[in-house]
């Protein structure tokens, strides 16, 4: 699997690529990936305990086609329930599956299909994450909004009708910091009724600073929940701390938080244990904050700037509709989005059986709404994250949405 990580060091000074093969070729260059670093709160949690024992005791081998029939036949479904469907096993059964998990949405969503856009308003990051087109060592345009344009492609943004947005910046604490995410967030409460942040992971006293300014939830990308892949694809930055990612979201909930977003990227290790950690991570951190909302996201690997090798291995379009059938059985509440990562043939049919929130007018490149809607576009804008598959845009969801006899809904929040 490492031979689809190969990032262009051509133009790469030659301090940087030394350090960088030191990194790669010298683990014990390396700081302890378990270890938190002195600025990192921690905070009194067994969760990720209970979560990594399980992923790592997962045999889905295991499962055969009776344990599948089983589960599909239980009204509610119980962990070993869902550990059947996300085996090989239930392959077989996808279009019972998609039944199943198109009951429960409807059950407990009825037909609407949630539409937000992100925005990326820096690109500049400290991390060394070897599949990711932000990576300190990939050498890519660079750029960070000042506050004057972020509002201006907040108002390109909220001009189409939008009224959600998510804020992202590359995990640089020096180039985006908690004051100017904050300043982002303020400045987005003047325009939509929803704002989420999907920024570096901070502490708790942070987290309730994002949120007096505005910020609704946080999503959290865990990437993999296999502690020893996540330490060879992480190489530096805090990123590499496994624990204090993790505790991520309980941090955003105990800084006030109205909501949190989980997900592990698929294609970067074993797909049906992390698709199994991600949900049970979601799963136990729901029994100790009922009172929150929580999500999943199901995201793939995509093409980079320097790597068009970076794509899942093993993960097709059936195996990523099997994890998305298997969480909406095992969690009918829980709100699941699908990114523009896939593409519309697939996100147009998986938003009738189990995903609720959906992305429209997508760009993941710094600066690029203007261009956008617009045609013009911000000078030095910085360059994209990953490629997207599906570009539509908000009005053209809309309306595909509204033809498949969905509803699209744009904000479901009274304010008092």
């Known amino acids: ?6 990032i262009d060091t051509n133009n790469l000074p030659e301090n940087v690529l030394n350090k960088k093969r030191q990194l790669e070729n010298d683990p014990a260059s390396r700081i302890n990936h378990m270890k938190y670093l002195p600025d990192m709160e921690q905070i009194n949690s067994n969760i990720l305990n209970t979560v990594l024992e399980q992923r790592n005791n997962f045999d889905y081998l295991n499962y055969n086609s009776k344990n599948v029939k089983i589960a599909l036949e239980h009204e509610t479904c119980t962990i070993e329930d869902f550990k059947a469907l996300l085996s090989p096993a239930a ?7 998609a039944q199943r998990a198109s009951l429960e949405t409807a059950k407990h969503f009825g037909n609407t299909v949630y539409l937000f856009t992100p925005l990326y308003i820096a690109n500049y990051c400290e991390n060394y994450c070897v599949y990711c087109g932000f990576n300190c060592y990939n050498d890519i345009n660079r750029m960070k909004l000042n506050f004057e344009q972020i509002e201006h492609e907040m108002k390109v943004i909220a001009n189409s009708g939008m009224e959600e947005i998510l804020i992202l910046t590359g995990e640089s604490h020096s180039k985006s910091d908690i004051k100017y995410i904050g300043t982002a967030c303020k400045l987005a409460q003047k325009y939509f009724r929803n704002v989420g942040l999907e920024i570096y992971p901070v502490n708790v006293e942070d987290y309730r600073y994002l ?16 502690s020893d892949r996540y330490e060879k694809l992480h190489l ?8 204090y990612r993790f505790e991520a979201q309980e941090r955003a909930l105990m800084g006030g938080m109205r909501g949190v977003g989980f997900s592990a990227l698929l294609g970067l290790a074993d797909f049906r244990r992390d698709a199994l950690a991600s949900a049970l991570h979601v799963y136990y951190l729901q029994k100790k904050y009922p009172h929150a909302e929580f999500s999943l996201s199901c995201p793939r690997l995509r093409p980079i700037i320097n790597n068009d090798k970076i794509n899942p291995l093993d993960v097709g379009e059936r195996q990523l509709c099997q994890v998305l059938c298997a969480y909406r059985i095992f969690m009918p509440f829980v709100g699941i989005t699908v990114s523009s990562r896939e593409n519309a043939s697939f996100r147009n049919g998986i938003v009738k059986i189990a ?4 992305s429209a007018g997508v760009s993941t490149g710094i600066g690029d709404h203007e261009s956008k809607y617009n045609g013009k576009k911000i000078e030095g804008a910085g360059d994209e994250q990953f490629e997207i598959a599906d570009s539509r845009s908000f009005n053209k969801m809309y309306e595909d949405m509204s033809k498949a006899g969905l509803q699209p809904v744009l904000n479901d929040y009274l304010y008092v």
Do not use: S, W
């Not at 949120?211 to 296999?226: R, S």
């Open 1 to 6: 699997m490492d031979n689809q990580f190969i």
């Open 91 to 97: 392959e077989p059964f996808l279009e019972q599956m």
């Open 211 to 226: 949120h007096e300014c505005g910020a609704d939830y946080v999503t959290v990308f865990q990437e993999t929940y296999d």
């Open 236 to 243: 530096a930055g805090h990123k590499r701390i496994f624990p």
């Open 355 to 358: 995903a609720t929130k959906i």
